[in-house]
């Protein structure tokens, strides 16, 4: 049973929060993530032939918007796109009414980015179509936090340990930068603990409110990076969110200063920590260029999982079995 109140009245294909993920359906998850990347080409293109997913994308996007679409397409869906830039949203149509006519014009499931928390749960009660939350204001980013987990298991050498509440024990994940407006950090700092990591979310007040210790067990809060950054296996910067800030005053000098990932630091502090972004990043802002592209960076590899963990999640909400 999901503890979020509302869920069950969403199709239970949809992935709206994280935690509306038990344990046992992340492992499932990852285990169909696996076996779609094993199927041959001729077999996988197969499994959702002719099927129709809409994309429905209110605020903009790189990563998310390409793998879901790349990895419907893979799966042999037809896709089709719509931006609030070019269609009658632009006119003042609601989001319901966006959802009943792709769902007329016989979308299945709808992929769905908007700039305001909740609005999935909007979609998916509006439709009763499956709705994969591909990102909602500073609430959630679910399938975010799935991907970067893959990533993390493969990186770290965990990936053939059963997925439980133990698979991340002895697993220390900083999570620094613009916490505060972060739907990633909210994901991530949601779902890793359930698998026995200790997330230290890192930050100056403006972006870190201590509040956000109540996230859940397993979660503290730092000032201190450094300190945060040699306890860490894992540390995974963040993009100050300005389109966000709406007149929150940041002194940017001082931010680089204080949590900037640079060589230096991560050479002193965390040598042999993985290093991961969500994308996009400001190379020379949260972190240094030469750190985004050194062998301990696994952010080309969060993209492709993005694609691998997509596609499953595709799967999952069609109601594919094979
Ligand atoms: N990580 C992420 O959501 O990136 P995009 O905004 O490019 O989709």
């Known amino acids: 049973m999901s503890s979020i109140p509302g869920t069950h009245l969403v199709h239970p294909g949809s992935l709206i929060t994280v935690d509306s993920l038990t344990v046992d359906e992340v492992a499932r998850i990852l285990a169909l993530t696996d076996h779609l990347e094993a199927l041959a080409y001729a077999e996988k293109s197969k499994l959702l032939a002719g099927r129709r997913i809409a994309l429905l994308f209110y605020e903009s996007s790189t990563r ?10 893979s799966l042999g869906a037809v896709t089709t796109l719509v931006s609030d830039k070019s269609s009658s949203i632009e006119k003042g ?4 009414d966006t959802g009943l006519t792709l769902r007329a014009l016989g979308a299945e499931c709808i992929i769905l980015r908007h700039n305001s928390s909740g609005a999935p749960f909007v979609l998916a009660r509006a439709t009763g179509l499956p709705v994969l939350n591909a990102g909602d204001g500073m609430h959630q980013h679910p399938s975010q936090a799935l991907l970067d987990l893959r990533t993390m298991l493969h990186r770290l050498d965990l990936a053939e340990k059963p997925v439980n509440a133990e698979t991340l024990r002895g697993i220390t994940v900083t999570i620094t930068g613009d916490i505060r407006h972060s739907r990633v950090a909210r994901s991530n700092a949601m779902l890793l603990p359930r698998l026995g990591a200790r997330v230290i979310l890192c930050g100056p007040p403006e972006l870190l409110p201590e509040e956000a210790v109540s996230l859940g067990e397993g979660i503290e809060i730092s000032r201190d ?11 995974m910067m963040l993009r100050i969110q300005t389109e966000r800030l ?15 990932l640079t060589e230096e630091r991560l050479a002193t502090h965390a040598p042999n920590a993985v290093v991961m972004h969500p994308g996009p990043m400001i190379r020379g802002l949260e972190i240094q260029g030469e750190v985004a592209d050194c062998l301990q960076s696994a952010i080309e590899e969060q993209v492709t999982n993005g694609l ?10 069609l109601g594919v079995t094979f």
């Open 225 to 235: 990076f450094d300190a945060a950054l040699s306890r860490s296996q894992v540390a």
């Open 93 to 96: 149509e609601s989001l319901k």
């Open 308 to 317: 691998a963990i997509r596609a499953a999640l595709l799967v999952r909400a």
């Open 246 to 260: 709406a007149g929150l005053a940041l002194d940017k000098a001082q931010y680089i200063a204080d949590y900037q």
């Open 64 to 73: 998310t918007r390409t793998s879901f679409e790349l990895a419907a397409k």
